[in-house]
Nanobody
Framework: QVQLVESGGGLVQAGESLRLSCAVV????????VTWFRQPPGKQRDLVAT???????DYADFVKGRFTISRDNDKNMMFLQMNNLQPDDTAVYYC?????????????????WGQGTQVTVSA
């Protein structure tokens, strides 16, 4: 069994920073592409940033220059550094990972989601 455990959300003022973490725990062989999504209140879930196993990154236009995605492959940890936060960044943030899971039938590719962490930015 594999779980994605997120942390680091909170309440900040506009212009401040937060760092989200996502730990992939359990029967993990490897973690491939990881993506952070966010879902503002009453809106759809949108892609924020993605990073491959080799470290290639891509960002949504609305976070370019402010957010940085990174990972520690040795620890199966992923991060989202969010700077200059604005009220429009208020959302529940989710990590999503493509995981090679160790099973009794060998390694199996599966997609997992974290439970979400709330980020609230006040004006």
């Amino acid at each position: 069994q594999v779980q994605l455990v997120e942390s680091g959300g909170g309440l900040v003022q506009a212009g401040e920073s937060l760092r989200l973490s996502c730990a992939v725990v359990g029967s993990v062989d490897s973690v491939n592409t990881v993506t952070w999504f966010r879902q503002p209140p009453g809106k759809q879930r949108d892609l924020v940033a993605t990073i491959t196993f080799g470290g290639i990154t891509d960002y949504a236009d609305f976070v370019k220059g402010r957010f940085t995605i990174s990972r520690d492959n040795d620890k199966n940890m992923m991060f989202l550094q969010m700077n200059n936060l604005q009220p429009d960044d208020t959302a529940v943030y989710y990590c999503n990972a493509h995981v090679m899971e160790i099973t009794d039938k060998g390694s199996v590719s599966r997609i997992y989601w974290g439970q979400g962490t709330q980020v609230t930015v006040s004006a």
